[in-house]
């Protein structure tokens, strides 16, 4: 059976239009002090690793989706290209909330946290446009960055080990027979 194929309109990413999700950080004078119009970042289960990754062919479309349930995480172009990211709203579920752990809805990662997964009229698409660059809260669902160049780079700020034991992913194919497509006419 052929996935259904959802296009979704890029919607600008705006500190208004993405506060659901975590910051637009955009650039502010030299001096200014410290403010909700900077990064609030949570970095305290390990060691950050602030770095430049190059990725290439991340044509606008995706079909899996991830999520860091103990870390916040930044993302940035190198350059201020434009770039998307397909988000959901975080599901982490609290664990000192009494709840049906046997719940067909709530699943149990790798890492141990317990979750449910994103549904597919939750993910919404974000293009990022210029010099800013995004802070996703704890558990934003995300799929990218997507681009339309051949590569691009861009800067990640997350943990040194995020990757490895704070990584869950929901494949829509697989579990929704989804696939998402960028519409950004």
């Known amino acids: 059976m052929e996935p259904a194929v959802v296009k979704l309109k890029a919607i600008e990413a705006t500190p208004e239009t993405f506060k659901d999700f975590g910051q637009v950080i955009q650039a502010s004078p030299d001096g200014d002090e410290f403010g909700p119009h900077d990064?609030?970042?949570?970095?305290?289960?390990?060691t950050p690793r602030f770095y430049i990754m190059n990725l290439e062919a991340r044509p606008l479309k995706f079909?899996?989706?991830?999520?860091?349930?103990?870390?916040?995480?930044?993302?940035?172009?190198?350059?201020?290209?434009?770039?998307?990211?397909?988000?959901?709203?975080?599901s982490i579920v609290d664990p000192?909330?009494?709840?049906?752990?046997?719940?067909?809805?709530?699943?149990q990662s790798r890492s141990g946290h317990f979750f449910v997964p994103p549904a597919v009229d939750g993910v919404h698409v974000f293009k990022i446009t210029g010099p800013k660059f995004l802070k996703l809260h704890r558990g934003t669902w995300h799929a990218g960055p997507l681009f339309k160049p051949d590569s691009m780079d861009f800067y990640n700020l997350e943990l040194?080990?995020?990757?490895?034991?704070d990584h869950t992913t929901h494949d829509f194919k697989k579990e929704n027979a989804t696939v998402f497509v960028i519409d950004d006419e």
Do not use: F, R
């Open 39 to 46: 990064a609030q970042l949570d970095l305290s289960q390990g």
């Open 63 to 90: 079909s899996t989706i991830t999520h860091h349930a103990s870390v916040t995480q930044c993302l940035g172009s190198i350059g201020g290209g434009v770039w998307y990211l397909g988000v959901a709203k975080s």
């Open 96 to 107: 000192n909330v009494e709840l049906d752990k046997k719940s067909p809805n709530v699943l």
């Open 160 to 165: 040194t080990n995020t990757n490895v034991v």
